[in-house]
Structures are given as C-alpha cells and as structure tokens.
C-alpha cells in the first residue's frame, strides 16, 4: 500500500476549501478548540469527557470467542492460536491452469496471464456443493522490485503486459479434500482477469462523453480492472471487485495540462512508478485524457461463468473504492456501503432503485445498475464522541448539483463523485477504509485507518468523528440507521473503538479507548468483516517498525472483536513487512482464508512463505481448527 500512499502524498490533491462540520465546529468553537488544536488540547478537550464513557462498548468478558489471545510477532511467519492450523493455500505465480507454467521470477506475460496474480486483496468464497467451491480473489497490484529480475529498472514492453496480467481478478475453483480446501487446476471455472480484459460499462454514466476514448467512441466497453483493492458479494452470486488507487497507473512525458477533475483524483502527469504509459499508450494522458474517467468504480463479475463480461457498475460512483459492503434491507432495497480511502475523502451509501426478488436470481441481475448514492455527514453534541448523521443524495439537480456549480449531468456526479461530496457537505473523513453490516444487528461499521492530516489541513478539522489530530493509529465507528432501515436518511454513530498505544502513552486519545490495552495494541484497522456469529476481524495494513510510537505493536495482524462487550482479542501475526488483508469463509465457518500481501515490499527481508533464500510471495492461508470446530468459536 504505501507506494499509492506517497502518491497521495506528494501529489496531495485533496481540495483545500474548508468544509467544517457545522454543528460540530460550532460546539468545538464555543470551547476555543480549533484555534489551538494541538495535541495537548486535545488530551484535554477530552479529558472533560474520558474517551471511556465515550465509547460505548465496554471491554468485558462475553463468550463470542472461545481461543487464548497470541501475542505480538515479528517472526518471518504466520502464527494463529493454539488449537488452530494454518496453511498456504496458493501464492503470487502459483499455476492455475493444468498446462500453465510453474512459478519463475523470469516469466513472461504469457505464463504470468495463466498465473495466480499478485498481491491478493479482498476475496469471497462462493460453495457450489460439498465438495467443489469457487474463490474469486482480488490482485490489486505488484512489487516490481520482485516481480522482474531488474527490479523494474529495465521496463519492456512484454514487462508492461507482465505488470498487467499481474494485475485484476483470479478465480479458481477449489475441491474439498477429506476436510481440506484445495486448488483444482482442472477446474472450469478458473479464469483470469486483468488488467486488459474486456468489460462493460453500465448504469447512468455509461456512454458519457466523459468515458469515450478513440478505441471506443460509443464509451461503453472498457478494457480492464487494476488496483483491486477489497470486494463484496451479492446474495445473486456475484462478486464485486472494486477500483482503489487507479490514479498511479496513468501519466505522460507530454506534461499536458490537467484540470482540477483530474487533481483531485490524484492524476497527474507522473504516475507511481509502473511505466504503463511509456509502452502502452492507452496510459498516456496526452493521447488519452479520458481513459482515467473508465477507473475507480465498482465491477461486478459473475464466477460462475468463464465467458461472462465483467461490468463496472457506475451508479456506485467513481472514488477510490475500498470495499462494497452490500446488504438487503428489510423492505428488499440493495444497499451498499462504499468507502473512499484517502485522507479527508467520504464514506457513500448506494440503495438500488428496484428490489431484491429471492425466489428469481435473475431478475436481481442488474439491481447494481439503477439507483441512488449518497454521502455521510456526521454531527455530535458538543464534546461528545458520538451523535446523529444523516446521507445526503448525489442526485442531479439537487443540493447544488447543478450547471452552475459544474455539473452538467448525472453522469457528471458520478464520474466525479469527490467533487459533488464536497458540494453537498459530506463530512472528511481519516481515510475510510472496508465497511461491514453486523448480521445479528444490522450495525455498520467503518474503518478509518489513520490520517496525518487530521487537525493539519484547514478542510480536515478535528471533529468527534474524527477525534485525533494526526491520527496516527485509527479507529472504528459504527451506526445505526434509524429503524434499522438502510434506506433511512437518518442514523445514530459512535466509536467501536480508537486504536492506540496505552505501553508509550498513558492516557488520552494517544491510548486508544477502553477496549484497547498493551495485550491487543494494533495499528491502522483497514479489512473488517463479519462471521456468521457475529465476530468482527479486523486486519490491519500499519506500521511494523515497532519502534517509537509503535513499539511493541509488531507485525500486522489479525484481531477478532466481540461488537457488544467491546473485547478485542489478536487472533493471526503475519510475516515480516507484509499487510494482512482479505478474508472470507466456508459457509460452514470451518475454514477461513485470510489473505497475506506483500511480505517483504520496498526489499524488506522476508522470505515468506518458501523460506532459504527465495523472494517473498503473496499468498493466501487457509486456517481450521485442529478438532474441525468453526473458527473464532
Ligand atoms: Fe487497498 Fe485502502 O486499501
Ligand atoms: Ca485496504
Ligand atoms: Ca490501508
């Protein structure tokens, strides 16, 4: 993750206009607060009001999760609980095709094609009988530095095409083994998507002037999907592949001018690194200005169908997508929560225009493909960290969405979805990251894994939702809507619980609430999802130094965390300078896949998981129960 991070960072084209929460800045004012938003007021801000009545889940001993806690590692390997096993399911190369090639360092485009991709992200296993299963996987990018012998240093054209083809979707059926899940290469489901797979665009924005390029006028066929980061999945059998960091794969030796549409996406004339645009011109941003608008949506892929077009769906909006927390509210509308994951960016809500018809799959098919999006704006009492929000519709002709303010168009709101958040208000937010719906209570939660630019730039101030100035360890918030309908435009939030680090700071927001002690200590909460008992994972993709404010925090990590007591527990370590991100189960919650990316980026010493001398490789890990029990339990 972190070459898209600096990216980010040293483009930093996030709008400057201040958008203050109004009720919030209005209670915080009152104190004084955003004059000196340092540090220490904000410890003692506060400490009027501990962080511990805040939070409203109290750590406490439930029965949810029944394993003994690991500590933290810094170990080359993967470590879970006593009475669990772990394994490596497949890794970055891995064949999956009968006839492809074995692993190699040297492979080509070809055999690269036909390969596992890299850095697997998010994932979603789809059973289809007792034995055979389908898992479609997320290979949201690469590491030059091991996926070419040079190290990126001598890109060729084949070298571009390898890049692309690491890229995108791996879908490979599984056999169930006497109890164990494994690859079958035989399978007829497996595929490949990448980077240059043909796909459709569709929903309101499709065939926008926007999204025509030379190579196709009419705007409606794309070619391909990168930079996937986490997912969702349908109650339809679909799965949803979402476009995060797209904007580091476009640039131009040209330098053209670029307006603002296009810097507050990030893009820019330089890319992060990648090169496409030197040997594929569909990259290069004089030759192709808007083939960046057919990036950073949400696409939808049916698995269990090789031949099947991909299609981006572009009611979701176009932002940095982290996942597509998709649910069916009581009334059948399709909602789904989309993060956008960059400093003092949004948190959107999709509700479909028609409804979910279980008795005939097919006519759910394109319910993705109508409906309304919105944005989070949060507010609170004065001081406390908690309160009502509501969503605002992106709709054109309302709120402001109008020619005046630079939108011709619905298909305009869509394609810049950023730009029409801050017209209505939406609240910036520390980076949000995966949302998921708490079965057993139709509670949302949110991760926002840290943010540098919380209380430091005018347009992301210190608020109670985004509490920390600097941010360096994240936090959770969860909601409610109201009624328990999705579709409501009303919700209550408060904060599950803010990470920090209680062995290096005692008190204030630096410890972390409640829940948070030197057992559990972890940074940046970035994959989060729900089993069918209602444990919360939480991954995480943060520091590893484990020095300085990190000390003591190891590597990334794994927790489980029980919603109502508050109690967070580590359940997995991870290897050396890897992210720990992605994960889905068996419906029978007997085994769990959690994904293991990048091990060992920017030439950190890792050899996971073949050890002696070889490269690090991303990998999945299947994980059961040594007495076949279900997971977490
Ligand atoms: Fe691909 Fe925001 O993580
Ligand atoms: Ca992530
Ligand atoms: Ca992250």
Not at 124 to 143: C, G, K, M, P, W
Not at 217 to 236: D, I, M, R, S, V
Not at 282 to 292: V, W
Request: proline share 6%; hydrophobic share 35%.
């Amino acid at each position: 993750m972190s070459r898209f991070d600096q990216q980010d960072q040293k483009l930093h084209p996030r709008h400057e206009e201040p958008a203050f929460n109004e009720i919030i800045s209005k209670g915080l004012s009152r104190r004084g607060f955003l004059k000196t938003a340092t540090a220490t007021s904000t410890v003692a801000f506060f400490a009027a009001n501990p962080v511990s009545q805040a939070i409203a889940a109290q750590a406490a001993k439930g029965n949810l999760m029944g394993f003994n806690p690991i500590p933290v590692s810094t170990a080359d390997t993967v470590v879970v609980p006593e009475g669990y096993q772990a394994d490596v399911l497949i890794s970055w190369g891995d064949p999956i095709f009968n006839n492809a090639p074995s692993f190699s360092q040297n492979a080509d485009s070809h055999a690269q094609a036909r390969q596992f991709g890299d850095n697997n992200d998010g994932m979603t296993f789809f059973q289809i009988s007792d034995d055979r299963a389908v898992l479609s996987v997320n290979n949201e990018y690469t590491n030059y530095e091991y996926l070419f012998p040079h190290q990126g240093k001598k890109m060729t054209a084949d070298d571009v095409k390898k890049a692309q083809a690491a890229h995108g979707v791996s879908i490979i059926e599984l056999s169930n083994m006497n109890g164990k899940w494994v690859l079958n290469k035989n399978g007829r489901l497996n595929r490949r998507i990448t980077a240059n797979t043909e796909m459709e665009m569709t929903g309101p924005a499709a065939g926008h002037t926007l999204l025509k390029t030379a190579a196709d006028p009419a705007g409606k066929l794309a070619l391909g999907t990168f930079n996937n980061c986490a997912n969702g999945e349908t109650p339809w059998g679909t799965y949803l592949t979402c476009e995060e960091n797209f904007n580091g794969y476009f640039g131009s030796d040209a330098n053209p001018a670029l307006d603002s549409n296009y810097k507050r996406y990030g893009i820019s004339h330089q890319d992060a690194g990648y090169q496409w645009h030197k040997f594929d011109s569909r990259f290069d941003l004089a030759k192709n200005p808007n083939e960046p608008h057919r990036f950073g949506w949400v696409v939808e892929i049916d698995p269990m169908n090789p031949n099947s077009k991909p299609k981006k769906r572009t009611a979701l909006g176009r932002f940095k997508h982290e996942n597509a927390a998709v649910t069916i509210n009581n009334d059948g509308h399709v909602v789904v929560y989309l993060g956008d994951d960059e400093r003092g960016e949004h948190l959107y809500r999709f509700v479909s225009k028609n409804k979910y018809n279980p008795s005939n799959p097919a006519a759910n098919r394109d319910l993705l493909e109508e409906g309304t999006l919105y944005v989070a704006k949060f507010s609170a009492r004065d001081g406390e960290l908690k309160g009502q929000g509501e969503w605002i519709e992106l709709t054109w002709g309302k709120n402001g969405l109008t020619p005046e303010n630079g939108f011709a168009d619905q298909g305009e709101v869509l394609i810049f979805a950023r730009k029409a958040a801050t017209q209505v208000g939406a609240t910036t937010m520390d980076r949000p990251e995966w949302v998921a719906v708490n079965p057993k209570t139709q509670q949302a939660f949110c991760t926002l894994t840290n943010n540098k630019n919380r209380g430091v730039k005018a347009n992301q101030p210190i608020d109670a939702v985004n509490p920390r100035e600097k941010n360096p360890y994240g936090h959770i918030v969860r909601w409610m809507p109201s009624g328990k309908d999705h579709t409501a435009n009303r919700f209550d939030w408060d904060l599950y619980l803010i990470a920090g680090n209680p062995a290096i700071h005692k008190n204030g927001l630096m410890a972390g609430s409640d829940n948070i002690n030197e057992d559990n200590m972890f940074n940046s909460p970035d994959g989060i999802g729900f089993d069918n008992a209602g444990r919360l994972w939480i991954q995480t993709d943060g520091k590893y130094s484990n020095k300085g404010d990190f000390a003591g925090m190891g590597n990334n990590q794994m927790l489980c965390g029980d919603p109502d007591t508050g109690e967070v527990r580590r359940f997995l370590t991870g290897p050396i300078a890897c992210e720990i991100t992605g994960l889905t189960f068996s419906p029978d919650q007997k085994t769990m896949f959690v994904g293991v990316q990048h091990p060992g980026e920017e030439l950190a010493p890792s050899h996971f998981p073949n050890g002696g001398n070889s490269i690090p490789r991303s990998s999945i890990i299947r994980i059961t129960r040594k007495d076949g029990g279900i997971i977490g339990a």
